[in-house]
């Protein structure tokens, strides 16, 4: 906005300086030239900044069921190794070979 003002003080200087001996065509047409400009400035859309985007991680893969003490089966959940674990789990680092691929991850299960 002061870049605005700044111009149309300038550009208004330089209409009403009678060293340019310019008559009224000339000055009129400068004038115009100076309102279209000011009028463009003034009707442009304000710039909005986005916001980064809300990345959401992906829910854990369950692999296979551990066997626990007394018969009581105990999923376990892989979290890639860049996701922060949930409150509550017990995890390890470990790689796997599972259906032929090593699988690298957090083996988290409940308590």
């Known amino acids: 906005m002061k870049k605005v003002l700044v111009s149309l003080a300038v550009i208004s200087s330089l209409v009403s300086a009678p060293a340019f001996a ?32 809300v990345v959401v991680a992906p829910p854990p893969v369950v692999y296979y069921q551990q066997p626990a003490p007394a018969y009581v089966p105990r999923t376990v959940y892989v979290y890639p190794t860049n996701v922060p674990i949930p409150p509550g789990m017990s995890c390890s680092l470990q790689s796997e070979n599972i259906n032929g691929q090593i699988v690298t991850g957090n083996y988290c299960y409940y308590r």
């Not at 008559?23 to 859309?45: C, F, H, M, N």
């Open 22 to 53: 310019w008559g009224d065509r000339e000055q009129g047409i400068l004038t115009g030239i100076a309102g279209l400009w000011v009028y463009q400035q003034l009707s442009k859309p304000p710039v909005v900044v986005q916001q980064a985007p």
